[in-house]
């Protein structure tokens, strides 16, 4: 089966899924079983099975899934970069610095070596995007795995075909490509 025919529903799946996991409230779904992910792949493959004139199998709904966990990582974390921005008006270095001192300070036998090297990391400039980066990986392992779960789930929920139904199981009819078109007597 041609695989360009995933790409459309693992798009609305993956947008959908990614979109509802960075809006600050909405997003807390997330928390119970990674809702939103498996929410997403179901949709993925509910719209795969709809267009699909062949029975769906368990193992293409979870490549559908797969694929919408993918794309809703990626539109999760650009989703989240602005929203993060505008939220807590950016990242201020200071009362990060701050924050942290206070923590270090409940533990008197902290070693220093321990307290520099922390103090070192958040003082960096490119603290914010090391946390994007992070945050991205997790996103994408996480996000695909339940989302290819949800793609087996919707599967087993949607697919009404039996395997031997005489319409699943039979291509249907295609143009001949190698012959020249039909000519006209006149």
Same mark, same amino acid.
């Given at each position: 089966?041609?695989? $360009?025919?995933?790409? !459309? *529903? #693992? ?9 509802? $996991?960075?809006?600050?409230?909405? !997003? ?6 990674? #809702? ?7 949709? #993925?493959?509910? =719209? ?30 650009? %989703? $989240? ?15 990060? /610095? ?5 923590? /270090?300070? !409940?533990? *008197?036998? %902290? ?30 392992? =996480?996000?695909?795995? %339940?989302? /290819? ?8 929920? %949607?697919? !009404? ?9 039979? /291509? ?8 020249? *078109? ?5």
């Amino acid at each position: 089966m041609n695989n $360009s025919n995933i790409l !459309k *529903p #693992a798009l609305i799946g993956g947008v959908a899924l990614g979109i509802l $996991s960075a809006l600050p409230v909405i !997003k807390s779904c997330n928390c119970i079983c990674c #809702a939103w992910a498996i929410g997403g792949g179901i949709l #993925a493959a509910y =719209l795969y099975i709809r267009e699909s004139p062949f029975l769906v199998t368990m193992g293409r709904g979870a490549v559908v899934g797969l694929t919408a966990g993918a794309i809703g990582a990626v539109v999760c974390s650009l %989703f $989240s970069i602005p929203i993060q921005r505008i939220l807590t008006g950016g990242v201020n270095p200071a009362i990060i /610095m701050e924050q942290a001192q206070e923590q /270090m300070t !409940k533990y *008197p036998d %902290f070693p220093q070596e321990a307290r520099q090297a922390i103090e070192a990391f958040l003082l960096r400039d490119d603290l914010m995007m090391l946390i994007v980066i992070f945050s991205f990986l997790f996103y994408i392992v =996480l996000y695909s795995l %339940f989302a /290819m779960l949800g793609g087996a789930i919707g599967v087993a929920i %949607f697919e !009404k075909r039996k395997p031997g139904d005489a319409q699943t199981d039979v /291509m249907p009819p295609q143009p001949p490509v190698d012959t020249p *078109p039909p000519t006209l007597p006149y």
